[in-house]
Protein backbone atom coordinates (compact mmCIF):
# COMPACT_ATOMS: atom_id res chain seq x y z
CA UNK A 1 0.00 0.00 0.00
CA UNK A 2 1.33 3.37 -0.89
CA UNK A 3 1.32 5.87 2.08
CA UNK A 4 2.75 9.25 2.63
CA UNK A 5 3.20 10.49 6.36
CA UNK A 6 3.58 14.22 6.66
CA UNK A 7 5.47 15.91 9.73
CA UNK A 8 7.63 18.74 11.21
CA UNK A 9 4.55 21.29 11.17
CA UNK A 10 3.63 23.08 14.12
CA UNK A 11 3.59 26.71 15.61
CA UNK A 12 6.27 29.20 14.46
CA UNK A 13 6.66 32.69 14.83
CA UNK A 14 7.18 35.27 11.74
CA UNK A 15 10.88 35.04 10.09
CA UNK A 16 11.15 31.45 11.50
CA UNK A 17 11.50 28.04 9.61
CA UNK A 18 10.36 24.93 10.12
CA UNK A 19 11.03 21.40 7.94
CA UNK A 20 8.41 19.03 7.10
CA UNK A 21 9.11 15.60 6.13
CA UNK A 22 7.31 12.82 3.97
CA UNK A 23 7.89 9.42 4.62
CA UNK A 24 6.86 7.06 1.85
CA UNK A 25 6.22 3.82 2.05
CA UNK A 26 5.14 1.16 -0.43
CA UNK A 27 7.22 2.49 -3.24
CA UNK A 28 10.64 3.97 -3.66
CA UNK A 29 10.66 7.69 -4.38
CA UNK A 30 13.63 7.17 -6.61
CA UNK A 31 12.44 8.31 -10.23
CA UNK A 32 9.57 9.35 -8.98
CA UNK A 33 8.01 13.01 -9.01
CA UNK A 34 6.91 14.33 -5.83
CA UNK A 35 6.00 17.93 -4.47
CA UNK A 36 4.29 19.92 -1.59
CA UNK A 37 1.13 21.48 -1.58
CA UNK A 38 -0.56 23.80 0.76
CA UNK A 39 -3.93 24.87 1.48
CA UNK A 40 -5.19 27.50 3.85
CA UNK A 41 -9.32 27.94 4.71
CA UNK A 42 -11.32 28.75 2.12
CA UNK A 43 -8.78 28.75 -0.46
CA UNK A 44 -7.35 26.68 -3.08
CA UNK A 45 -5.03 24.05 -3.09
CA UNK A 46 -1.71 25.42 -4.07
CA UNK A 47 1.89 24.21 -5.24
CA UNK A 48 5.02 24.93 -3.21
CA UNK A 49 8.24 23.21 -4.34
CA UNK A 50 8.63 19.69 -6.39
CA UNK A 51 10.49 17.57 -7.36
CA UNK A 52 10.26 16.38 -11.21
CA UNK A 53 12.15 13.69 -13.04
CA UNK A 54 12.38 13.69 -16.95
CA UNK A 55 15.58 13.14 -18.27
CA UNK A 56 16.77 15.13 -15.45
CA UNK A 57 15.54 16.03 -12.07
CA UNK A 58 14.67 19.27 -11.47
CA UNK A 59 13.18 21.56 -8.53
CA UNK A 60 10.18 23.94 -8.74
CA UNK A 61 8.92 26.31 -6.52
CA UNK A 62 6.24 28.68 -6.42
CA UNK A 63 7.31 32.88 -7.10
CA UNK A 64 6.35 33.69 -3.47
CA UNK A 65 8.71 30.68 -1.79
CA UNK A 66 11.82 31.38 -4.12
CA UNK A 67 14.74 31.81 -1.96
CA UNK A 68 13.27 30.76 1.09
CA UNK A 69 12.04 27.15 0.37
CA UNK A 70 13.93 24.32 -0.30
CA UNK A 71 13.09 20.92 -1.10
CA UNK A 72 15.02 17.58 -1.25
CA UNK A 73 14.92 13.97 -0.67
CA UNK A 74 16.62 11.57 1.25
CA UNK A 75 16.79 8.36 -1.07
CA UNK A 76 18.10 6.26 1.43
CA UNK A 77 15.57 6.82 3.83
CA UNK A 78 12.80 7.60 1.48
CA UNK A 79 12.21 10.64 2.43
CA UNK A 80 11.03 14.49 0.93
CA UNK A 81 11.76 17.28 2.93
CA UNK A 82 10.77 20.90 2.72
CA UNK A 83 13.07 23.31 4.20
CA UNK A 84 10.64 26.38 4.89
CA UNK A 85 12.78 29.67 6.50
CA UNK A 86 11.78 33.47 6.91
CA UNK A 87 8.09 32.13 7.06
CA UNK A 88 5.41 34.79 6.79
CA UNK A 89 1.65 34.45 8.40
CA UNK A 90 0.14 34.49 5.35
CA UNK A 91 1.86 30.81 4.25
CA UNK A 92 -0.34 29.53 7.62
CA UNK A 93 -2.08 26.49 5.88
CA UNK A 94 -2.12 22.86 5.69
CA UNK A 95 1.18 20.96 3.29
CA UNK A 96 0.55 18.23 1.73
CA UNK A 97 3.28 16.10 0.06
CA UNK A 98 1.92 14.15 -3.18
CA UNK A 99 3.72 12.18 -5.30
CA UNK A 100 3.33 10.23 -8.73
CA UNK A 101 5.40 8.30 -11.36
CA UNK A 102 5.57 11.01 -13.54
CA UNK A 103 4.01 14.62 -13.92
CA UNK A 104 4.10 17.47 -16.95
CA UNK A 105 3.82 20.14 -14.41
CA UNK A 106 5.23 19.84 -10.77
CA UNK A 107 2.96 22.19 -9.29
CA UNK A 108 -0.11 20.89 -10.28
CA UNK A 109 -2.09 19.18 -7.81
CA UNK A 110 -4.18 17.52 -10.50
CA UNK A 111 -1.56 15.65 -11.75
CA UNK A 112 -0.75 13.85 -8.41
CA UNK A 113 -2.83 10.83 -7.62
CA UNK A 114 -1.02 9.59 -3.97
CA UNK A 115 -1.42 12.26 -0.99
CA UNK A 116 -0.53 12.24 2.47
CA UNK A 117 -2.42 13.88 5.39
CA UNK A 118 -1.37 16.86 5.88
CA UNK A 119 0.71 18.60 8.61
CA UNK A 120 -0.65 22.21 9.84
CA UNK A 121 1.54 25.00 9.51
CA UNK A 122 0.67 27.98 11.81
CA UNK A 123 2.77 31.02 11.38
CA UNK A 124 1.70 33.70 14.19
CA UNK A 125 3.23 35.57 17.14
Known amino acids: EIQLVESGGGLVQPGGSLRLSCAASGFSIIGKCMAWFRQAPGKEREGVAG?????????TYADSVKGRFTVSKDNAKNILYLQMNSLKPEETAMYYCAADLWVGDALDPQQYNYWGQGTQVTVSS
Open 51 to 59: ISVSSYTAT
